[in-house]
């Protein structure tokens, strides 16, 4: 099976592009998907969270009052570690079963679809890497027409990721998506037409 890492600035298209991806029958490894399942009411990271921040990080419903959390565990340093030390090695492990799922299934190809795919240094373990890549100021703009973010939220997501060089350095497929959606239709198409090609299968 081949592991590919699709990552891209907050706005660059990225989830459009695995939308593609899933169409064409690749399997999906959704990292935001996994994040937010594991601190699911019954799931064992949830009620460690409350034990480690206060039981007010936790809704009247129990499902997880993001906000709240944010705000203590982003207060400093240390709440932040304590965070990723609950939720990081729940996360792995969830992540790599669906990969283990995934070539138990046969498939010949896996998205993992992750925002922080080169922040983390996760691009490593991928056979290629796809970057989608949209100049910052036009993901600006499509922050706040398409999502409804306020300007300086999304400067600061934008501003909070690692640089586009950086992105960029780390991909061996790169999706301009400055154009259309139509554009980014076709180069994607192209784009996987290509990892296939580069896959033959044995
Ligand atoms: P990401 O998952 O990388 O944050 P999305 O795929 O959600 O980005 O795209 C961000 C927003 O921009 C979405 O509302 C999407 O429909 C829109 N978008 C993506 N590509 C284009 C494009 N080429 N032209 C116009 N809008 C686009």
């Not at 593609?20 to 996994?34: K, M, P, Q, S």
């Not at 100049?135 to 600061?156: H, Q, W, Y």
């Amino acid at each position: 099976m081949k592991l590919i890492g699709l990552t891209g600035g907050i706005g660059s298209g990225k989830s459009t592009v695995a939308a593609l991806c899933r169409e064409r029958g690749w399997r999906i490894v959704d990292a935001d998907a996994i994040a937010r399942e594991v601190v699911q009411p019954g799931q064992p990271a949830l009620s460690e969270l409350a034990a480690a921040f206060g039981k007010d990080i936790l809704l009247a419903d129990g499902q997880l009052n993001r906000k709240e959390l944010a705000r203590r565990a982003f207060a400093d340093k240390q709440h932040t570690e304590l965070l990723n030390s609950i939720t990081h090695p729940r996360i792995q492990e969830e992540t790599q079963r669906q990969f283990a799922a995934a070539r138990g299934d046969g498939c010949d190809f896996a998205v993992y679809d992750m925002p922080l795919l080169v922040d983390n240094g996760l691009d490593k373990d991928m056979d290629c890497v796809i970057v989608v890549d949209v100049t910052p100021e036009e993901r600006v703009r499509r922050l706040i027409t398409s999502r409804g973010l306020e300007e300086d939220d999304a400067r600061r997501r934008i501003a909070a990721q690692v640089p586009d060089e950086v992105r960029l350095a780390a991909a061996t497929h790169v999706i301009d998506n400055n154009g259309t959606l139509d554009q980014l239709r076709e180069r994607t198409i192209e784009v996987m037409d290509r990892i296939a090609a580069e896959s033959p299968k044995v």
